[in-house]
């Protein structure tokens, strides 16, 4: 049973794609059939928590997965096919036009038994890469923007407490410790109360711009 269906989680995921890169033509009576076909999946697994969707519509997304005994699929894929113009692997598409009947759910093998790597190598041999940069680019903002508000809570910090003579204690720090501590401001963010970027990736920002 083969995975598919499933889109990229954050900027650092190699694995996935953004459903924007596989966006394509097919005639309408085709993708209406194919999304018709996974609309009409049995449930395979049902999870906590909804979804989105990733052209970021006002549509809610389920939480449940849909199979035929041989694929599994979120149980909102037929949206992207029908609504956002999404392409499938053809033998998908193949077998969900051929009329085949779904397999008896006894056959059905378990989660930590289906095949994933089908989807993400078919998804890096037919992705646009069109989005690419603008995610390269993003995530490469996000970083200096959350290295420029460390520094500056930083420096506020040194204002605050004042720096000491003595060498920070951080293994390989050059930085002078803070007044009455071992650590210097940088070290000592890091350790106490991690700086979160509010910067974050904004994938909606990104893919839609």
Known sequence: MRLIGYWIRTLDDTDYVPPQELVGPLPDDVRLAVADYLDRGQEYQRYRGRSWCRFYCDRTMGSR?????????????GHYVRDHGVLLPEEFAQHALSG??????????????????????WCGTHRSGQ???RLQDAKRNADEEAL???EVAAKKLEAKEGLSLDRCQWIGCTSRALAGRALCAGSSLRTENPLRCPAHYDLAGVLNA
């Open 131 to 133: 989005y690419r940069q």
């Open 148 to 150: 420029r508000l460390f």
């Open 100 to 121: 085949s009947p779904p397999l008896p759910m006894s056959q059905w093998a378990p989660r930590g038994d289906l095949d994933q790597e089908f989807w993400k190598e």
């Open 65 to 77: 997965e849909f199979s035929d005994g041989l694929w599994v699929w979120p149980s909102d894929l």
